[in-house]
């Protein structure tokens, strides 16, 4: 099951199949996709698995395996890179929250997150050539556009898998934090960024935005009783 929690300006997306070590079958996606439609208006977005083994373990084999013909398996790639591309394209920023092992088919819901914040334990890898196969998610290419282009192939295609460290190293998690405090750390930090100015933020480094955009975005920011409020308590800090 996939549930949502909304509160605060923040949704929480949680993929729940311990089963299937939060694999994603096809009623997943159909569930990812009702979650993503709630969650609209929400100012930033995470994504994360249940439990603490997996966050998503890849596609689920079983629920794959009727996948055959050439015509079905465009349709089921297809079908989950468009929610990729929803998460990639959510109007704030979106947090994977990685609790667990993030592997094939979960290593490219991660990259598709504008932000991923992983436990100390927890590895990640882009598998798919175990399988003899590649990533079909949308994920090698926002992986080349994290890592660069060689680096990414080479961890594609030998499917290397990765410790959080390493991960953090080459810029492919971009905050690590211990265990015990890892729930309450991307909590914190989801909070922080649930915010109109991160979400106007993005939509600048999106490229997307003209200066002129650009300086109206900050405009809106600067006249609003937000901004006042907290320009208030800096000025008065100390006094």
């Given at each position: 099951m996939?549930?949502?929690?909304?509160g605060?300006g923040?949704?929480?997306i949680?993929?729940?199949?311990?089963?299937a070590?939060n694999?994603?079958?096809p009623?997943?996606?159909?569930?990812l996709?009702r979650?993503l439609?709630?969650?609209e208006?929400?100012?930033?977005l995470?994504?994360?698995?249940?439990?603490?083994?997996?966050?998503?373990?890849?596609?689920?084999?079983?629920?794959?395996?009727?996948?055959?013909?050439?015509?079905?398996a465009?349709?089921?790639?297809?079908?989950?890179?468009g929610?990729c591309?929803r998460l990639?394209?959510?109007?704030?920023?979106?947090?994977?929250a990685?609790?667990?092992?993030?592997?094939?088919?979960?290593?490219?819901?991660?990259?598709?997150?504008?932000?991923?914040?992983?436990?100390a334990?927890?590895?990640?890898?882009?598998?798919?050539?175990?399988?003899a196969?590649m990533?079909?998610?949308?994920?090698?290419?926002?992986?080349?556009?994290?890592?660069?282009?060689?680096?990414a192939?080479?961890?594609?295609?030998?499917?290397?898998?990765?410790?959080a460290a390493?991960?953090?190293r080459?810029?492919?998690?971009?905050?690590?934090?211990?265990?015990?405090?890892f729930e309450a750390?991307w909590?914190?930090?989801?909070?922080?960024?649930?915010?109109?100015?991160a979400?106007?933020?993005?939509?600048?480094?999106?490229?997307?935005a003209?200066?002129e955009e650009?300086?109206?975005?900050?405009?809106?920011?600067?006249?609003?009783?937000?901004?006042?409020?907290?320009?208030?308590?800096a000025?008065?800090?100390?006094?």
């Open positions: 996939v549930g949502l929690e909304v605060e923040l949704a929480v949680t993929i729940d199949r311990p089963r070590r694999a994603i079958a009623a997943t996606m159909d569930e996709d979650a439609d709630e969650a208006g929400a100012r930033a995470v994504i994360r698995g249940a439990g603490d083994r997996a966050f998503v373990s890849g596609g689920d084999l079983k629920e794959l395996a009727s996948i055959r013909t050439e015509d079905a465009v349709a089921m790639a297809m079908r989950m890179r929610i591309d990639a394209g959510f109007p704030g920023p979106v947090i994977a990685l609790n667990g092992h993030a592997l094939g088919g979960g290593a490219e819901v991660a990259v598709a997150a504008d932000i991923r914040v992983a436990a334990d927890i590895k990640i890898g882009f598998t798919q050539s175990k399988l196969i990533p079909a998610w949308g994920g090698a290419e926002r992986l080349a556009a994290l890592v660069g282009r060689g680096r192939l080479l961890l594609a295609g030998t499917g290397t898998v990765l410790d390493e991960a953090e080459i810029g492919l998690v971009d905050r690590v934090l211990p265990r015990e405090s750390g909590r914190s930090l989801a909070g922080s960024l649930a915010g109109r100015p979400q106007a933020t993005k939509h600048v480094m999106s490229g997307a003209t200066a650009a300086a109206r975005a900050f405009a809106r920011l600067w006249v609003a009783d937000e901004h006042w409020a907290a320009a208030e308590r000025m008065n800090r100390g006094k």
